[in-house]
């Protein structure tokens, strides 16, 4: 079975300032993939990174950066620069193979932006 | 750029009626899957499709079916509503059965009185 852990109580940050949203997970499966999305407050789901397993590097897209710690078995996502427009629930995400090839969710996490 | 789409967007029902929330996707996806998403709990998934005629059950299936007839068209079938169902329901696709991300629909928010 994997599991998905986000523990962070609703995290705020100053406009413009970088933050850190925390997830760790457990798996067994030796391949694996990690995913963060965004839930603005009109509810869609909108994919921001994705991380393998086996990637050598950390993803990076845009603002957005996963901070993959393999060892620790963490994948936090660091938001740089933030914007009034990031106000939303991320939520952490990972899909192994086989049996666990569903994607499994985190319970997610409330960013608030601060103008 | 249809991608996922969920019908309806909303809906009332009473207890111990039937309804069916649809779901299509034109990306030609293979794996195809329902979740539901209550205050505090994240996304749990209810049923999947790797393909055509292949389904199975996700974390929380009781009270649920699903069929996959056709790639496009993976519909939700509540067929006895209860209360507890009141949730917002998403459809999620990828190409593959256990790469890539997964592309959503815009929800569709169930009130059962």
């Known amino acids: 079975a994997q599991k998905i852990t986000q523990t962070q109580p609703g995290m705020f940050v100053q406009e413009k300032e970088a933050v850190t949203l925390d997830c760790t997970y457990d798996?067994?499966?030796?391949?694996?993939?990690l995913f963060w999305y965004k839930q603005p407050s009109s509810g869609e789901m909108i994919f921001l990174i994705y991380?393998?397993?086996?990637?050598?590097q950390n993803a990076t897209e845009g603002r957005y950066s996963l901070n993959f710690q393999k060892a620790r078995k963490s994948a936090n996502l660091v938001i740089s620069a933030s914007q009034l427009g990031d106000s939303a629930m991320y939520f952490c995400?990972?899909?192994?193979?086989?049996?666990?090839?569903?994607?499994?969710f985190g319970k997610g996490i409330t960013l608030s932006v601060r103008p | 750029n249809a991608g996922v789409t969920q019908t309806p967007k909303f809906q009332v029902l009473k207890t111990g009626q039937s309804m069916t929330l649809q779901c299509a996707q034109d990306?030609?996806?293979?794996?195809m899957s329902w979740y539901r998403q209550d205050p505090g709990m994240g996304l749990r998934l209810i049923h999947y499709?790797?393909?055509?005629?292949?389904?199975d059950q996700g974390e929380v299936p009781n009270g649920y079916n699903v069929s996959r007839s056709t790639t496009e068209d993976f519909p939700l079938r509540l067929l006895s509503a209860a209360p507890s169902q009141t949730s917002v329901y998403f459809c999620?696709?990828?190409?593959?059965?256990?790469?890539?991300?997964?592309?959503f629909g815009e929800g569709s928010r169930l009130t059962v009185l």
């Open positions: 999620a696709s990828s190409p593959g059965w256990n790469t890539g991300e997964l592309f």
């Open positions: 499709s790797v393909g055509a005629g292949i389904t």
């Open positions: 990306m030609n996806h293979e794996y």
């Open positions: 991380q393998g397993s086996y990637d050598q």
């Open positions: 798996t067994s499966d030796p391949s694996y993939g």
């Open positions: 995400a990972m899909r192994g193979t086989g049996a666990n090839s569903k994607l499994t």
